[in-house]
């Protein structure tokens, strides 16, 4: 399976970007798919996830500001990123899990700066 994200950038706070991320596989076969992130100097962690029913789910930071959907025609998934904060600098990574089996992208780094 390969995951390929795109649409990080540079960006300046309470601006917005949109990720995107092709799976090279129908994204129906998948429990989930989704989107990590880490930032600098940090461990990886969950930003958000959108199960095979359409269920999504976010992290609390970032509840109300991002929003996660999908094309299933397009086997893509994407995250709408508003109202960024410097603490979103992060290289983002998308996931599509299978059981206890997740498969990665090679991420896509968002940097919000002045």
């Known amino acids: 399976v390969q995951l390929v994200e795109s649409g990080g950038g540079l960006v300046q706070p309470g601006g917005s970007l949109k990720l995107s991320c092709r799976v090279s596989?129908?994204?129906?076969?998948?429990?989930?798919v989704g989107w990590y992130r880490q930032p600098p100097g940090k461990e990886r962690t969950f930003v958000a996830s959108?199960?095979?029913?359409?269920?999504?789910d976010y992290a609390d930071s970032v509840k109300g500001r991002f929003t996660i959907s999908r094309d299933h025609t397009k086997n893509t998934v994407y995250l709408q990123i508003n109202s960024l904060k410097s603490e979103d600098t992060a290289v983002y990574y998308c996931?599509?899990?299978?059981?206890?089996?997740?498969?990665w992208g090679l991420g896509t780094q968002v940097t919000v700066s002045s």
């Open positions: 996931y599509a899990n299978m059981l206890s089996r997740y498969n």
């Open positions: 596989e129908n994204i129906f076969n998948f429990n989930s």
């Open positions: 959108i199960n095979v029913g359409g269920r999504t």
